[in-house]
């Protein structure tokens, strides 16, 4: 079973994951007032993390590291809240198999 993971860079990127960098998306909904109050599980947010073309490479990024084996998968961001949340939750859906989804650092949630 994959293990997928959201986090922080803040806190530091997690030991033994394949690591998705999330913060090539300028897409952050951290910088836009319009998405202050709202978290990764908004539709409006998701659809603006995911229409930055880079969200889709680096989905594709993290399909080809499943596709070779790896079985933990983490997508990172600045603060953990936004893009690699919406991220995570993306490739868990994309790949509908069984999964373990963790958001380490998302505030208030921890699991799925």
Known sequence: MITILSFSFKNQAPYG????????IKNN???NPEYHGLDASDIGLR??????P??????QDALQA???GAERIAF???Y????SVVMAREFK???DVPAVLQHRDLIGVNYE
């Open 80 to 83: 953990g809240q936004h893009r």
């Open 66 to 68: 499943y596709i070779k």
């Open 47 to 52: 659809e603006y993390v995911l229409k930055d």
């Open 93 to 95: 859906r994309m790949l």
């Open 54 to 59: 880079r969200a889709k490479s680096l989905l």
């Open 29 to 31: 909904p951290h910088s």
């Open 76 to 78: 990172g961001c600045s």
């Open 17 to 24: 994951y394949n690591i998705i960098d999330c913060r090539a």
